[in-house]
């Protein structure tokens, strides 16, 4: 069917707000599919927790900074997302946790909370009952490995709110709507790779 040009005009003023999210979503796919193509590199988990941020997507943004620190990344520019994302998903002591194992300075996170404050309810964004599953499962986790530095590799758990209950675990998210992994018949070189070195005897 052809349009005459005064619907045309009245089709693109209706569809314009959508073109922005359509082209974000766009390019979220076309992060995770580089993401799909190297789960391991650091670099690659970065750019995407990034992009989340970009977008609004905090407990993502999370969740691949801190899979990309469990692949080795180690820039500035990561911590200082990862401490901006705590701030704004409202988890303003694990930020402040980084000054006391001296990744970040006092002044760092002081401008963070300048930036981004603390009013936010953080954990209780959550609903209470995922809130609870997720307790549960970081408790008892926690009491089968002494070690607070485990290796954590969460399948399938989608956005990694998991990660925030337990920050100091080395955490992997590996989840095919968020990173992009091909988890069927668990083949994803980077869970091979992280079950070599994994401390947690309930992955077994």
């Known amino acids: ?28 796919r076309s992060v995770i599919g580089v993401a799909a193509r190297s789960p391991t590199d650091w670099h690659t988990h970065f750019e995407l927790a990034e992009h989340y941020f970009t977008i609004g997507r905090v407990i993502p943004a999370i969740a691949e900074c801190r899979t990309s620190l469990a692949f080795g990344g180690q820039s500035p520019e990561l911590y200082l997302l990862l401490a901006r994302a705590y701030m704004v998903a409202g988890c303003a002591p694990l930020a402040k946790n980084m000054v006391n194992r001296g990744i970040l300075s006092v002044d760092d996170v002081n401008s963070l909370q300048k930036a981004y404050g603390t009013d936010r309810e953080g954990l209780l964004r959550l ?44 955490y ?33």
């Open 172 to 204: 992997v998210l590996a989840e095919p709507t968020a990173n992009g992994p091909e988890l069927s018949g668990l083949t994803w070189t980077g869970a091979q790779d992280l079950s070599k070195r994994r401390s947690c005897p309930s992955c077994q």
């Open 1 to 28: 069917m052809k349009l005459d040009k005064v619907t045309k005009r009245r089709l693109k003023r209706l569809l314009s707000p959508f073109v922005p999210r359509l082209a974000r979503q766009e390019r979220l």
């Open 127 to 170: 609903s209470p009952d995922r809130y609870q599953r997720l307790k549960a499962l970081a408790t008892r986790v926690e009491q089968a490995v002494s070690d607070p530095h485990m290796r954590i590799l969460d399948i399938g758990s989608g956005d990694g709110a998991l990660c925030l209950l337990m920050p100091d675990a080395q």
